[in-house]
Nanobody
Framework: EVQLVASGGGLVQAGGSLTLSCKASGFTDDDYVIMWFRQAPGKEREGVSCVSGRAISNQDGRSWYTDSVKGRFTISSDNAKKTVYLQMKSLKPEDTAVYYC?????????????WGQGTQVTVSS
C-alpha cells in the first residue's frame, strides 16, 4: 500500500521561502509520479509540480510546473529517503493554500489514488 506523509507548511511573509516534504512508502517500482497539488479556500484544487518515479530514481531533474510557480518553486527528491521536496521561494499571498502530495499514473491527465494529508501554507502580505 502506497502511503504519503506531507509536512513543512507554515506561515511566512510575502517574499519568503518554505520547503515542503512528502515522504513516500509502498512503491514497488518506478512506474508512478508524485504531484504536489494545492487548494485555496473557494478555489479548485490545482496541480503545482510533478516528478516521475523514474526521474527520482535516475535523479535526472525532469519535472513539471504550473505556469504560476515556474522560476519560484523547485521540486526535488532524495531517492534514498524516498522523499520528494517542494522548495518554494518568493512566495506570494496567492500561494496561500493547503498543499497535498499525491501519487498517480502520470503528471498530466493522470489518476491519483494515494494522497498525503494536507499541509497549510499561509503567505502574509
Amino acid at each position: 500500500e502506497v502511503q504519503l506523509v506531507a509536512s513543512g507548511g507554515g506561515l511566512v511573509q510575502a517574499g519568503g521561502s518554505l520547503t515542503l516534504s512528502c515522504k513516500a512508502s509502498g512503491f514497488t517500482d518506478d512506474d508512478y509520479v508524485i504531484m504536489w497539488f494545492r487548494q485555496a479556500p473557494g478555489k479548485e484544487r490545482e496541480g503545482v509540480s510533478c516528478v516521475s518515479g523514474r526521474a527520482i530514481s535516475n535523479q535526472d531533474g525532469r519535472s513539471w510546473y504550473t505556469d504560476s510557480v515556474k522560476g519560484r518553486f523547485t521540486i526535488s527528491s532524495d531517492n534514498a529517503k524516498k522523499t520528494v521536496y517542494l522548495q518554494m521561494k518568493s512566495l506570494k499571498p496567492e500561494d496561500t493554500a493547503v498543499y497535498y502530495c499525491a501519487a498517480g499514473s502520470q503528471c498530466t491527465g493522470g489518476i491519483f489514488g494515494a494522497w498525503g494529508q494536507g499541509t497549510q501554507v499561509t503567505v502574509s502580505s
